[in-house]
């Protein structure tokens, strides 16, 4: 079996749902997984060592891949929309609170909210993160505290307390 093939068995459901959560349409997020695969097993090609984590570097080339396509959809006129997927586990905090974290995540840093959104939606550990936001884990646990401090501003704004 090719490293390609054990990375796609392993991880498509995770990279599959990373771009889920990115598009919000179960078909574009199924295009992109395929394109991600097709990129990697190319670039895989001409390398002679594997990356050090194979999930980190499928993820970073998903966020390659979604970026690019959601440029040539803004250059044709159809940019992809930001979507609010319904999550069950937000439900006990009500409509208004999920709307105004919603709302302050996007309003956050693009580098911190992909941050925030890895660490605290995907429960990924920070050298993971780490890895795929190019930074050192020191540095990655950093941003993610201020990002921390400017969401409790803001949800304090809306008289929002935890």
């Known amino acids: 079996m090719s490293r390609v093939e054990a990375a796609f068995r392993r991880h498509r459901t995770q990279i599959y749902r990373y771009l889920l959560r990115r598009t919000g349409d179960h078909h574009a997020a199924e295009d992109l997984a395929q394109d991600v695969f097709v990129d990697a097993a190319a670039m895989l090609e001409r390398v002679q060592e594997p990356p050090r984590s194979m999930l980190a570097w499928l993820y970073a080339v998903a966020d390659r891949r979604f970026t690019d396509d959601a440029r040539r959809r ?26 105004a974290l919603g709302a302050a995540i996007r309003g956050l840093p693009d580098e911190q909210r992909r941050i925030v959104v890895m660490k605290l939606l995907e429960g990924r550990p920070f050298a993971e993160i780490a890895d795929i936001v190019g930074v050192s884990e020191a540095a990655c646990k950093m941003r993610f505290a201020r990002a921390l401090r400017v969401l409790r501003v803001e949800l304090a704004r809306e008289d929002l307390r935890p």
């Open 74 to 99: 803004a250059r044709a006129g159809r940019p992809l929309e930001l979507v609010e997927v319904p999550d069950e586990r937000g439900q006990e905090y009500g409509r208004a609170a999920g709307r």
